[in-house]
């Protein structure tokens, strides 16, 4: 059972540098700590990390949208998360941010009652993980910087934010391959592109011999 909504707190963390995506930049990071304690002790924790202005939400408001459910959360059945899970999308139905946290926070005191990883929660069983490192939207010049930078952490799948500029874009994904021939390259236009552009740009790599081992929202909905 869930014996408490748990913790709340926000945080603001200032970035390294400037995250931007096609339609939107941060410079610091404003999220909401959700943490949910179940019957036996054990203890979830769940972040939800809105980003202005690419989504409506605040940090005050996912606090205030938290708060409203943490009531509702005492008593649920947890072992039933599924379950639990309709029963928040009925009750903050235009906040999925706030229920992903939420619901983190209970897969993680869950499996922490079972003593049970979560990747073997999830049908998995390597002790290794494979990620990918993002380039923001930015300057040739910084493109390659930071391709060299994720190559020294020992990173070999590169995303990188697209759909300011489509010449721009081309010319960074030549000097990002250029600096990181073997690597995987990941595109991601946030729905900035038009078809047509999408394509064209497609057709400039290929041109290159650069092929993409994903492309990322490239168009609106």
């Known amino acids: 059972m869930c014996e408490s909504g748990g913790g709340l707190c926000s945080a603001k963390a200032t970035a390294a540098s400037t995250f931007a995506i096609s339609s939107a930049s941060q410079d610091a990071v404003t999220s909401v700590l959700v943490m949910l304690k179940l019957s036996d002790g054990s203890v979830g924790y769940g972040e939800c990390a809105p980003m202005r202005p690419f989504t409506s939400h605040t940090q005050a408001g996912n606090l205030a949208a938290v708060e409203t459910i943490a009531g509702w959360l005492v008593g649920q059945g947890a072992t039933r998360p599924l379950r639990l899970s309709r029963g928040l999308k009925e009750r903050l139905p235009g906040n999925a941010p706030c229920r992903a946290a939420i619901e983190m926070a209970l897969l993680d005191a869950l499996c922490r009652h079972w003593k049970l990883p979560m990747h073997h929660y999830f049908g998995g069983s390597s002790d290794r993980l494979k990620t990918d490192y993002t380039i923001s939207v930015g300057t040739v010049a910084k493109a390659r910087t930071d391709t060299k930078a994720i190559l020294k952490r020992g ?67």
């Open 155 to 221: 990173i070999t799948e590169i995303k990188v934010k697209v759909g300011k500029d489509i010449a721009l874009d081309f010319e960074r994904l030549l000097a990002i391959h250029k600096a990181a021939p073997a690597a995987g390259l990941i595109l991601d236009a946030n729905q900035a592109y038009t078809a047509k552009m999408a394509l064209d740009l497609l057709k400039q790599l290929k041109d290159r011999r650069i092929t993409p081992v994903l492309f990322e929202q490239p168009v609106p909905n």
